[in-house]
């Protein structure tokens, strides 16, 4: 049986006017022994200054994904939400292969094509959440970003609305961008790698 490498895992969540770009890069190292979960460390995070140029973010990813240990295999994860499928177009023109992900309300996931997935938000946060309960997710604090990231992790709130449906977001008034980047690559690092490729 072959031994699992460790896979790396870039999420991107592109932002508006009013909402940050955030990037980060998650290396998911297996199972030690069996009966043992993967681990999952965060390895770089970045949020991009408000109205930076999606030419620039698309260009610095290109940049990232290029440098050791991504370029033999890193996996780039977009939200195609919002600003996202021009921008996954422009990296796609770049020549890098990723998977979008476009964040829906529903209740199940579906493959809408070979690289573009509709995930319910459920579904990220409860495998962010999962994670973190079984101390599968680290955050090293070397990052002027992870002390933003973990108040987004300990603000993201889960609600039931009225009509019993359950909703994921930031507090009021608190920005989410850096968890939702995280949530859809740890989300794909939960799928099995030969998946990217099918």
Not at 55 to 64: L, N
Request: aromatic share 6%; charged share 25%; hydrophobic share 40%.
């Amino acid at each position: 049986m072959a031994v699992e490498k460790p896979r790396y895992l870039v999420g991107l969540d592109l932002g508006k006017l009013r909402d940050y770009t955030a990037m980060t890069v998650t290396e998911r190292l297996p199972a030690a022994e069996e009966g043992q979960e993967p681990q999952y460390n965060v390895r770089h995070i970045k949020r991009f200054p408000l109205g930076t140029d999606y030419v620039d973010i698309a260009g610095d990813v290109r940049t990232i994904m290029q440098r050791p240990p991504l370029d033999e295999g890193g996996e780039l994860v977009v939200d195609a939400g919002g600003p996202g499928v021009p921008v996954i177009d422009l990296l796609r023109r770049m020549g890098l292969q990723l998977v979008s992900v476009s964040i829906t309300g529903g209740e199940a996931v579906t493959r809408a094509s070979r690289h573009e997935w509709h995930v319910p938000k459920q579904d990220l946060c409860t495998t962010v959440r999962l994670l973190m309960e079984r101390d599968q997710l680290h955050v090293s604090n070397a990052f002027p970003e992870a002390s933003v990231l973990q108040s987004e992790l300990k603000g993201f709130q889960m609600k039931r609305t009225p009509s019993s449906n359950l909703t994921f977001n930031a507090r009021e008034g608190e920005h989410d961008d850096l968890v939702l980047c995280l949530a859809i690559a740890l989300w794909w690092g939960e799928r099995p790698k030969g998946v990217f490729f099918a």
